[in-house]
Structure formats: C-alpha cells, structure tokens
C-alpha cells in the first residue's frame, strides 16, 4: 500500500533532478502532500499565500509533470492553503483506506476504478485501440500479442492499459498482471545493477517481471538508451512471449519513431498488433463531456458542451479539465452550470492560463524566481557573481525567445551599451557548451517560460 506521503516522496526524487537546489529548497520542500482528490489530482499544502503563488505560477509544470511521470494517472495538482483542509479531510480519509495505487505483493500496482471500459468513449479516432484492448481483455496472450497503442499525449494510452486491468480484475482474477511505466521499469532494473546484478536483487527483479501474465508497460519512449536496460526488457519479453503471456505497451510514438530503442526490441512490438489513439473530432469530444457530466451527476447543456469541445481539440485529458474549471465556477449556492456568463469566464480564465504571451518582463520574472534574486537587482548594477550570471542568463534568453535589437534590450537593463549585451549573450551560449549543469539550467527555464 502506498500512502500520497510516500507518492510524494518519489516525486519529489523526480523533481530533484530537475531543478536547481535554491528554488527546490525553498518552495517544493515547503510543501506538504495531502490526499489524491478524485483520483487524478494530487493536493498539496502550501505554508504561506505568498509561496503558493509562486509555486502554482512558476513550478507548477515542474511538479505536474513529475507527478505524471510517476503515476501516469495523476494528471493535476492543487495547492491549497491550511484553510482549505477542512475541505479535503474526508478525502484524506478514503485515500488511507483506499489508496489508487495499491501494492499487491512485489510493487504490483492497483489500476484506477473509473478507468474502465465503460467510461471509454469509443469514436472513429480510437475505435481500433478500443477493440483490440477489448480483445486483450477477453482473451490475454492470444491473437492481439504484443499490443502497442500509440498516440498524443491525453488521448487515452494509460486509460485503456487500466481498463484491461480492471477487467481482468473483476473477469479473471486469478491473472497476474503488472503495469508500471517505463520509468519504473528502469528504476527498478537500476536497482539490482546497484546490487551488482546478483543474488536476491536480480531473482527479484527477475520474479516480479517475469512471473506474470499480462505485463503493461507505459510511455516506452521514456525507457533509457542504456543497453542494459533494452537487453534486460528484450529477454523479459521474449521470456514472456515465449510462454504465451500477453505483452502491452504503449507509447507516444510508433516503434520505428522511437529513436532510443534497439532494432531487436522494434522488431519485437512491431510483430504484434499496432493501434494508434488519434484526437477526437466534435461529436466525440462532446461525448466524452457528456459522459463526464453524468459520471459528476450535473446537468450541462449540449450548447455549453459544445462551447467547450470547440475551445479544446487536443487533448482529452484538457478537455476534461476545463470542464471541470466550469464546473467548478458555478457558484455554489445556485450550481448553475448553464449560466453562459459563468461559463465564459471559466474559458476566459482558462484561454489566460495557456495563451500568456512572452515579453521581456515575463522572462525576466521567471529569471528573477528561478535564481531568487529581486528584478532590482536583475537589471541593476551589482557585480557579484550571484547576480551577473542570472542577468547574462536573461540576456540570453531574451535574445532566443524574441527578436528585439540588441539596443532595445540594452535599454531594457537599465540603459546598457549593446555590446555588453552581445557579450553576455556570446557568454551564456558558450557557457552552455561547456557547463552542463548551465545547459540544464537554461533548459529548465525555457520549460518554465513556456510552462511547460
Ligand atoms: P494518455 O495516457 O494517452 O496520455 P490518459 O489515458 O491518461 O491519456 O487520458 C487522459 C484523460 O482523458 C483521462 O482522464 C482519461 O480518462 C480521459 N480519456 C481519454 N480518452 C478517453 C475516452 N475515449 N473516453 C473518456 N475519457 C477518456
Ligand atoms: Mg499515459
């Protein structure tokens, strides 16, 4: 069983890796996880107003799609702050004695409830994934081995691996079967590598993988280079082919876009059956929103409905979400969902959050949280090195992200000569060939410029 504390914990292991220690100190260690609300959205606890704005402004992506990379079904997080609890105890609650992931002896992890077939919508962009999935369902290890479903991000690839799942788990229960993602998969072999390969380490390793009847593994595009790490994978699915088990895997891609994978291993998931999940057309998204409504036990207009599925084309997991941010700006009291007031404002809000376009004061902002350092200082005139590196930093960054003269830049900070500007951003470009942990950081911040 694994407790949200210890979800935390693996997430935060994640998020580690990807940002530098100030930030990480002094906003994400500050925060406390609660409970996972509805079953996709992970809360945490903020100390103080102030912190979580920062947090949900500027890390937010960080923390979101580190959680996703650790538990594919967790798809948002909420921070709230500690007058918000009350709210949340009973979930609290439900989640100790029923937490999403499960641990069925060696890591076997539960699947989501309501990702079942029923909840599926089935349409022409995923029809053949929804049958061959179904297939599996009925009749592992036979026809549809190996399955590799394929396709965007929030169409439907996790939801249709827990399905089969959940099927077996109420048609076939003796069936062994484990899904992880193929994070969990490397970490997991890195492990016993740690343990030199041997002994009780690697017959474990061997027992959990091996052992089973069905094995899912999620968004393989993920799995490391590391020929170790294939050579593993190659023999667990040649072991469990072999023996007639049933092999899924899903993807973001086909197998031969997946540039990290060895040919042997291709070869492998191409001999089998490919589905792709595309993006759903009008009707469908529809559908699928009317599905949710019922699922949520409110009553939305096909109007409204339709407002929404022609503001998200995309993605089914945004789709979702902003029916619920319309959802959740009803006012309480009237719970009037079809007021067209209430629901432009959420599609007002909701068209804010993606579509803030970049400036100067923008990067600058995000530059100025990343290295906690005050704007003042940023464009000012000190000298010492914790302030000269984040403002080359931001020079640079200007210059990719816009195309403004170098003399309107200058202007920017506080009135420099344009050849200062070019040798900060000559600086910065050659630090990053150099420096990788400068590399790193750059990257980092254009992920948080764009919000990724
Ligand atoms: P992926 O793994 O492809 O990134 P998910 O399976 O996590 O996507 O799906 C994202 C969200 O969209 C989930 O909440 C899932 O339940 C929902 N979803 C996806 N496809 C459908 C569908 N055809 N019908 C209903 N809900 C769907
Ligand atoms: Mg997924």
Same mark, same amino acid.
Request: net charge neutral; proline share 4%; glycine share 4%.
């Given at each position: 069983?694994?407790?949200?504390?210890?979800?935390?914990?693996?997430?935060?292991?994640?998020?580690?890796?990807?940002?530098?220690?100030?930030?990480?100190?002094?906003?994400?260690?500050?925060?406390?996880?609660?409970?996972?609300?509805?079953?996709?959205?992970?809360?945490?606890?903020?100390?103080?107003?102030?912190?979580?704005?920062?947090?949900?402004?500027?890390?937010?992506?960080?923390?979101?799609?580190?959680?996703?990379?650790?538990?594919?079904?967790?798809?948002?997080?909420?921070?709230?702050?500690?007058?918000?609890?009350?709210?949340?105890?009973?979930?609290?609650?439900?989640?100790?004695?029923?937490?999403?992931?499960?641990?069925?002896?060696?890591?076997?992890?539960?699947?989501?409830?309501?990702?079942?077939?029923?909840?599926?919508?089935?349409?022409?962009?995923?029809?053949?994934?929804?049958?061959?999935?179904?297939?599996?369902?009925?009749?592992?290890?036979?026809?549809?081995?190996?399955?590799?479903?394929?396709?965007?991000?929030?169409?439907?690839?996790?939801?249709?691996?827990?399905?089969?799942?959940?099927?077996?788990?109420?048609?076939?229960?003796?069936?062994?079967?484990?899904?992880?993602?193929?994070?969990?998969?490397?970490?997991?072999?890195?492990?016993?590598?740690?343990?030199?390969?041997?002994?009780?380490?690697?017959?474990?390793?061997?027992?959990?993988?091996?052992?089973?009847?069905?094995?899912?593994?999620?968004?393989?595009?993920?799995?490391?280079?590391?020929?170790?790490?294939?050579?593993?994978?190659?023999? *667990?699915? @040649?072991?469990?082919? &072999?023996? +007639?088990?049933?092999?899924?895997?899903? /993807?973001?891609? #086909?197998?031969?876009?997946? $540039?990290?994978?060895?040919?042997?291993?291709?070869?492998?998931?191409?001999?089998?059956?490919?589905?792709?999940?595309?993006?759903?057309?009008?009707?469908?998204?529809?559908?699928?929103?009317?599905?949710?409504?019922?699922?949520?036990?409110?009553?939305?207009?096909?109007?409204?409905?339709?407002?929404?599925?022609?503001?998200? *084309?995309? @993605?089914?997991?945004? &789709?979702? +979400?902003?029916?619920?941010?319309?959802? /959740?700006?009803? #006012?309480?009291?009237?719970? $009037?969902?079809?007021?067209?007031?209430?629901?432009?404002?959420?599609?007002?809000?909701?068209?804010?959050?993606?579509?803030?376009?970049?400036?100067?004061?923008?990067?600058?902002?995000?530059?100025?949280?990343?290295?906690?350092?005050?704007?003042?200082?940023?464009?000012?005139?000190?000298?010492?090195?914790?302030?000269?590196?984040?403002?080359?930093?931001?020079?640079?960054?200007?210059?990719?992200?816009?195309?403004?003269?170098?003399?309107?830049?200058?202007?920017?900070?506080?009135?420099?000569?344009?050849?200062?500007?070019?040798?900060?951003?000559?600086?910065?470009?050659?630090?990053?060939?150099?420096?990788?942990?400068?590399?790193?950081?750059?990257?980092?911040?254009?992920?948080?410029?764009?919000?990724?």
């Amino acid at each position: 069983m694994v407790s949200v504390k210890q979800m935390w914990e693996q997430i935060v292991r994640e998020i580690e890796k990807k940002m530098s220690a100030l930030p990480f100190d002094l906003f994400i260690s500050t925060l406390e996880p609660i409970c996972v609300y509805k079953e996709h959205t992970l809360v945490l606890l903020a100390p103080t107003e102030a912190n979580l704005n920062i947090i949900s402004k500027k890390h937010s992506p960080f923390i979101k799609e580190a959680s996703k990379k650790c538990f594919p079904s967790l798809s948002e997080v909420e921070y709230i702050l500690n007058d918000e609890l009350p709210a949340y105890e009973k979930y609290r609650e439900t989640l100790q004695e029923n937490p999403p992931y499960e641990q069925n002896g060696k890591e076997e992890q539960g699947f989501y409830p309501s990702y079942t077939f029923e909840n599926f919508v089935v349409g022409r962009s995923n029809e053949y994934a929804a049958a061959a999935s179904r297939a599996v369902a009925e009749k592992p290890g036979n026809k549809y081995n190996p399955l590799f479903i394929y396709g965007g991000v929030g169409l439907g690839k996790t939801h249709l691996m827990h399905a089969i799942g959940n099927y077996f788990k109420q048609n076939n229960e003796k069936l062994k079967v484990l899904y992880v993602s193929a994070d969990k998969f490397v970490f997991d072999l890195i492990e016993m590598f740690r343990d030199g390969g041997k002994g009780d380490t690697k017959k474990n390793f061997r027992n959990t993988y091996r052992n089973v009847d069905c094995l899912m593994i999620d968004d393989v595009q993920y799995l490391a280079k590391r020929s170790s790490v294939q050579e593993e994978l190659f023999h *667990t699915f @040649n072991d469990l082919y &072999l023996a +007639g088990k049933q092999i899924i895997i899903s /993807s973001d891609r #086909p197998p031969k876009e997946i $540039d990290s994978l060895e040919e042997r291993l291709r070869t492998r998931f191409e001999s089998g059956v490919i589905a792709d999940v595309k993006q759903p057309d009008l009707e469908m998204r529809i559908a699928i929103l009317q599905k949710m409504c019922l699922a949520e036990n409110v009553n939305i207009n096909k109007d409204i409905l339709q407002i929404i599925a022609e503001k998200i *084309t995309e @993605n089914i997991r945004d &789709l979702k +979400g902003l029916l619920t941010k319309v959802i /959740s700006y009803a #006012p309480l009291t009237s719970r $009037d969902y079809n007021n067209i007031e209430v629901v432009s404002a959420a599609l007002k809000d909701y068209a804010d959050d993606k579509n803030e376009i970049i400036t100067m004061e923008r990067i600058a902002e995000n530059v100025c949280v990343y290295f906690n350092i005050s704007k003042e200082d940023l464009l000012g005139k000190k000298k010492n090195k914790e302030i000269v590196l984040p403002r080359q930093v931001c020079v640079y960054l200007i210059n990719e992200f816009l195309s403004v003269p170098l003399t309107t830049i200058g202007e920017f900070f506080g009135g420099r000569n344009h050849t200062t500007i070019m040798y900060s951003r000559d600086k910065v470009s050659n630090l990053i060939k150099e420096n990788s942990s400068v590399e790193k950081q750059i990257k980092d911040l254009k992920d948080l410029i764009l919000k990724r």
